[in-house]
């Protein structure tokens, strides 16, 4: 993220929290130790943490929560694996196997002949 939306993030945690409001000097911390995160992912964490956290965080608080969003982000994302539904015995498989093959030349006898 750039450094403008890392100090957003920072002053949006600092004004979360008020009697902890962060001096420049901790805004420019904060912002220099956040902004290898994603600006989404960081303030979807300090949202988070705003609703949840009682306690003003630390940088490796928010770090943590960012984390986990994205991990969770990433699983969401992930194809679900269905667990194999083929209910068909071999033989029944074998004759759809053989059925798919006779359509194929089928199919290309027909493409030969037009």
């Known amino acids: ?3 403008d939306e890392a100090r ?3 002053l949006y945690v600092s004004a979360g929290w008020p009697g902890s409001r962060l001096s420049e000097t901790s805004v420019e911390l904060w912002a220099d130790a956040i902004s290898d995160l994603a600006y ?4 979807r964490a300090a949202r988070e943490m705003l609703q949840e ?3 003003f965080p630390s940088v490796a608080a928010l770090r943590e929560r960012a ?8 699983v969401a ?3 679900l694996a269905l667990p ?3 209910t068909r015995t071999p033989e029944q ?3 759809s196997a053989g059925m798919a093959q006779l359509s194929a030349v089928v199919a290309a006898i027909k493409r030969r002949g037009a």
């Open 53 to 55: 956290v009682p306690a």
């Open 40 to 43: 989404p992912v960081a303030q």
């Open 67 to 74: 984390q986990r969003a994205t991990a969770r982000d990433a």
């Open 77 to 79: 994302q992930r194809p």
């Open 93 to 95: 498989r074998r004759a």
């Open 1 to 3: 993220m750039t450094r």
């Open 84 to 86: 194999h539904l083929d």
């Open 8 to 10: 957003s993030v920072a």
